[in-house]
């Protein structure tokens, strides 16, 4: 096994709860997933699958910070857009039961479907500070 990753599997295990982007861990477990689907996208689905599963169903309370995220793992999960449509009315679905009292968009969100071009730790500080 490689030993970027190597690293990347150990920042995903050092990640066990959070990595979503709060404050104190700007997004370090999606950085992971992002690049250990990178090295080997096989291995990095199957990962990012496992993980994504747990973390929704007993690591992580807060779904709702998982969920305003998928956008930054999303095209890395999928091969093409028909993909994404697929696994968005899935994620939809199962988070419109977990989260009933917030409101999740009908559609696929435009951003689950292109790169994020201002996607920095400066416009994420910015995005922070403008939430408080």
Known sequence: ???????????????RWG?????????AKVEALKIIMQIDSDLGREIAFKVLFDDLT???P????????MDRLMPHLTENNDQIVQMWEEIQEYLC??????????EIPDNFLNDTENDTIEATFAEYQNIF
């Open 58 to 60: 007993v690591n992580y």
């Open 62 to 69: 807060y779904f709702y910070t998982i969920a305003t995220k």
């Open 1 to 15: 096994m490689s030993s970027a990753k190597q690293v990347a599997i150990k920042a995903i295990n050092e990640c």
């Open 19 to 27: 990595g979503y982007g709060l404050p104190s861990d700007h997004g």
């Open 97 to 106: 039961q977990i989260l009933s009292e917030y409101k999740l968009p009908l």
